[in-house]
């Protein structure tokens, strides 16, 4: 199947996609929580950024101990975000914008207060309810150490996966005690999946996230990490991809499309998850987590296109989401790459530099081929926010015993209008604004034909120059990347000490930021050019 064939339907092969963190994007009632109605209000805001779809994090019923990653019921809104009616208006609302939208499904685990988990628990041990989970009796002669060794999926907790309750059982929890994991074994389980997928196409949405996509299938026999570590008892076992198949054909039915949130170093069997037959899409977490550095970004560029092609999936490109630092941030340090284990507080970080290349990695991610995520804030040039510890609400903080910051920094409430209160939010907002949030408030950017949010609406809107054609290196000086795409439209960073001269051109498209008074690129900047 050509591009041409993809192009009507297949709109996500190339799609800028933003993602929407509900609880801090908009707040539309005035109670500090972000929420449909306030998405609904920036609807048009949305669509004058040129975004094509909306991925949003969990909006389902949650106790919110990992911010709504714990799901009670995942055919409900959280009252916090509305209802599902509004949700349904949301989605109906935005398709006539011209703009998608993809939910977030929650697989591998369930909140503590879903039904499934609290008949669970009251059934007892050995009951036919506990077998939807992963309840064990403990090791030890009166069992009181948890069943096997494996390591919490928050990168940086010293807490065990295992908590045991008075009757003796103890369950798995890969990530908080308040997210007991779902048994895939189990062919109730499986049965619901595809029940909510259907629950959720039926309403209209047009794709759907996978969180924690690789972790869903266990080894049975729960073995020791230590004692059987190939294959993975619990990462990326070959039981997912039957899984993600049955999972596809009912997306098949409704053209919906998947994207899986896939953490897997190895490329091989990362686009295994890939194939035709299984998801649509998987998040770039190398491109994500790569260095400000032209010779790692050209690899990971060159790996990425070179592991999709043979499954015939598209890229995506994604520098950041809610659970990493911010781009500006991260690109103003001394590494600039991203490594949840190496997260720490006071790390220093110069935003003047920062800010220059995350305009300049715009532009490089908006030109390659693929779809391009986006995530709230991101299109404001946002830092990452310094939250007092007393204030610090992520579980990721409280389980690495107060040592990893968490992942509030990326998650405070936007600035909206630089003179209305909490920067027009809307009410007192959840997690503390920074001072200085009004300086980076949408209202004063789009009146600044500078700032990062104009940049990002031009470099949105003159993206399809670009094509659907394949992406061609041109000779460059080192630290310099330069590449075409098939409609002679060329992309070049500087990522050198000194300015760069640029290829022959017929016109200047955009440009990060001004180029020397000679004409040439200034380093930590990027252009777009007619060939
Ligand atoms: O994140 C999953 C996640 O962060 C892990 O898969 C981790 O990256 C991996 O183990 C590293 O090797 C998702 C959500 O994005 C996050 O917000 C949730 O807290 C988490 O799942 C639990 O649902």
Same mark, same amino acid.
């Given at each position: 199947m050509?591009?041409?064939r993809? @192009?009507?339907k297949?709109?996500?092969r190339?799609a800028?996609?933003y993602q ?6 908009a707040d539309g009632d005035?109670d500090g929580?972000?929420d449909?109605?306030?998405v609904r209000?920036r ?6 950024l ?6 949003? *994090?969990?909006?389902y019923l949650?106790p919110m101990?990992d911010?709504g ?6 055919r +409900?809104?959280d ?6 009616a509004?949700a349904?208006? /949301?989605i109906a609302?935005?398709?006539?914008l011209g ?5 977030d499904?929650?697989p591998n ?5 879903h039904p499934?988990?609290r008949?669970?628990?009251?059934a ?8 939807l !989970? ?6 030890g ?5 948890p =069943? *096997?060794?494996?390591p ?5 907790s ?5 908590k045991?309750?008075p009757?003796?059982?103890?369950y798995?929890?890969?990530f908080t ?6 048994n895939? +074994?189990?062919?109730a389980?499986?049965?619901?999946h595809q ?10 949405v047009?794709?759907?996230r996978?969180?924690?996509?690789? #972790?869903?299938?266990?080894?049975p026999s729960?073995?020791d990490l230590?004692? @059987? =570590?190939?294959p ?7 039981e997912l991809?039957d899984?993600y198949r049955s999972?596809?054909a009912?997306?098949?039915e409704y053209?919906?499309m998947f ?8 490329a091989?069997?990362f686009a295994r998850?890939l194939?035709?037959d299984?998801?649509?899409?998987a998040? *770039?977490?190398?491109?994500l987590s790569?260095p400000?550095?032209a010779g790692?970004?050209r690899?990971?560029i ?5 592991e ?6 598209? @890229?995506?490109?994604?520098l950041? *989401?809610?659970?990493?630092?911010r781009t ?7 590494? %600039?790459? !991203?490594?949840?284990?190496k ?6 970080t110069?935003?003047?530099?920062g800010?220059?290349?995350a305009r300049?990695?715009a532009l490089l991610?908006?030109?390659? =081929?693929?779809?391009v995520y986006?995530?709230q804030?991101e ?6 926010a310094d939250i007092p510890?007393d204030?610090v ?7 690495s015993?107060g ?6 920094g990326?998650?405070v409430p936007?600035?909206w209008?630089a003179?209305?209160p ?5 009410g007192?907002?959840w997690?503390?604004?920074?001072a200085?949030w ?8 789009a009146?600044d034909p500078?700032?990062m949010?104009? #940049?990002?609406r @031009?470099?949105?809107?003159?993206r399809p +120059? !670009?094509?659907d054609g394949?992406? %061609? ?6 630290g310099?990347l330069a590449f075409?795409r098939?409609?002679?439209? /060329?992309?070049?960073?500087n990522?050198?000490?000194e ?7 017929t016109e200047?498209?955009? %440009?990060?930021?001004? /180029?020397d008074?000679?004409g040439?690129l ?9 060939g």
């Open positions: 050509g591009p041409s993809h @192009a009507r297949e709109w996500w190339s800028v996609i929407v963190y509900v609880r801090s994007f005035g929580t972000g449909l109605a306030g209000t609807l048009p805001y949305l669509a004058e040129g975004v094509d779809a909306l991925w949003f *994090n969990p909006w949650s101990k911010g990653y714990d799901v009670a019921d995942y +409900a809104v009252p916090a975000f509305g209802t599902l509004e349904e208006k /949301l609302e935005a398709r006539e703009i998608r939208t993809i939910v499904i929650v685990h369930v909140s503590d207060q499934w988990f008949a669970a628990l009251a007892g041990p050995g009951s036919p309810e506990r077998e !989970f992963h309840f064990r009796r403990g090791r002669e009166h069992g009181e150490l =069943p *096997n060794d494996w919490s999926q928050f990168v940086g010293t807490e065990p996966v295992w045991r309750l009757d003796g059982d103890w798995l929890h890969l005690p308040e997210q007991p994991d779902l895939w +074994a189990h062919p389980v499986r049965q619901e029940d909510i997928l259907r629950f959720w196409f039926e309403l209209g047009a794709g759907v996978i969180d924690s996509a690789a #972790l869903l299938a266990k080894d729960l073995p230590a004692d @059987a =570590p190939h993975h008892p619990f990462i990326d076992r070959d991809h899984i999972w596809r009912v997306a098949d053209d919906g994207v899986g949130e896939v953490w897997l170093p190895d091989e069997r998850y194939r035709p299984e998801l649509h899409t998040f *770039n977490f190398s491109f790569c400000w550095d790692r970004l690899t990971a060159d790996t990425t296109l070179a999709h092609a043979p499954v015939g999936a598209p @890229a995506t490109w994604v950041c *989401n809610h659970d990493v630092t500006v941030t991260r690109y103003g340090r001394a590494d %600039t790459g !991203f490594d949840f284990a997260k720490a507080f006071g790390t220093p110069d935003l003047a530099l800010t220059r290349r300049a990695a991610s908006l030109a390659l =081929p693929g779809s986006l995530y804030g299109e404001l040039g946002l830092p990452e510890r204030r609400e992520d579980p990721m903080y409280f389980r015993g040592t990893d910051p968490g992942r509030d990326c998650r936007l600035p209008a003179e209305a909490y920067a027009g939010f809307g007192e907002p997690l503390p604004q920074p200085d009004p300086e980076y408030a949408a209202d004063r950017q009146a500078a700032s949010l104009s #940049l990002y @031009a470099a949105i809107g003159l +120059a !670009f094509g394949p992406l %061609t290196w041109l000779p460059a000086p080192e310099v075409a098939a409609e002679g439209v /060329l992309c070049v960073v990522l050198a000490d300015s760069a001269g640029l290829p022959p051109h200047l498209l955009l %440009t990060s930021g001004p /180029l008074e000679d040439r200034p380093t930590d900047t990027a252009v777009w050019l007619r």
